[in-house]
């Protein structure tokens, strides 16, 4: 007898493995999404932290207090620094040290399009005759 055609049997295989591919890749994609979503957010806030620095150099006036909740990372005892506590992304965005998302001038977390990052802090500091700026995140 010559068959031509595939069995149920061979149709149902078949199909399993590519239902098998197709969650292998989607779920390798979204790894892939979601790490580029990560990346992109850790660039925000070093631009963040850039722009903040320019702000410091630019209001060098501001930048004297003598304590700071939070000394800079990897702070020498044997060196002095002052900070400016209270700037916001915010304020870098209205003073055009950031551009905008949108025309409101939100900043967006690119892992949650939902969530505004204006609100995050930014501390400024002078340190070793620089200025840096470090961001304070969860």
Known sequence: MNKKGFTLVELLATIGIIAVLLILVMSISSSIANNTKIGVYNEKIKSFEAAGALWGQENRGLVMQSTCQYPPLNFDDNYTYTCYEGLKVDDLVKQKYIKADNENGDIFDPRD?????????????????????????D
């Not at 969530?115 to 304070?136: K, S, T």
């Open 113 to 137: 399009k939902n969530v505004r990052l204006n609100d995050l802090e930014i501390i400024v500091y002078h340190y070793y005759n620089n200025y840096y700026a470090r961001v304070l995140v």
